[in-house]
């Protein structure tokens, strides 16, 4: 039989026999490589922005970034305060855990004064008028060894008052 090659087995070769369960094994490896991938797709590992909205009679506070993160993951947040009555010294107040293990390219538009108050980003947004709409972006970039979750609130003060506080957390994953 010179049409095959030596060594060639035709019924173990060709027709496969005692393999049956060979593919199998690709499809189940195919699928432990696909399960990230749907899993990110699922916004399991973040980057999805979401927005809290928390009001007082003063003010309206909308925070929108996302809840969930991967390290190296640049975003953007915003902050909205929307003024019921006359804000004189309006001031939004970030726990460490918007900063830390996180870095900080910039805040659009600058605010009236930066300041740290016992490990509190403080931004002064200044005279908010009543009716007026004021909304800052800060673009931040997650650490990559940073990992966990964390505490984000935003107070909003009017001077020394404080106005309200928006909760939200963070969860950093690998």
């Known amino acids: 039989m010179a049409d095959r090659p030596d060594e060639i087995v035709l019924s173990r070769h060709r027709d496969l026999n005692g393999r049956q369960w060979h593919p199998w094994v690709r499809r189940g490896l195919l699928g432990i ?19 809290a909205s928390t009001s007082a009679p003063a003010a309206t506070l909308s925070v929108n970034a996302p809840s ?10 915003s902050f909205t305060v929307r003024a019921h009555a006359e804000l004189k010294k309006a001031t939004l107040i970030l726990d460490p855990g918007w900063i830390d293990g996180m870095q900080v390219n910039s805040i659009n538009p600058q ?3 930066e300041a740290s108050r016992q490990g509190r980003m403080v931004l002064d947004l200044g005279h908010v008028p009543a009716g007026r709409l004021v909304r800052y972006w800060i673009e931040f970039q ?27 957390t963070l969860t950093v994953y690998p």
């Open 68 to 77: 969930r993160v991967r390290g190296g993951l640049l975003y953007t947040a």
């Open 111 to 113: 605010p009236v004064d």
């Open 33 to 51: 490589v696909a399960v990230p991938i749907v899993l990110g797709l699922a916004n399991v590992f973040g980057q999805r922005q979401s927005a």
């Open 142 to 168: 997650v650490n990559p060894t940073t990992v966990g979750r964390r505490r984000q609130n935003v107070e909003l003060d009017d001077g020394g008052t404080k106005i309200l506080i928006a909760r939200r």
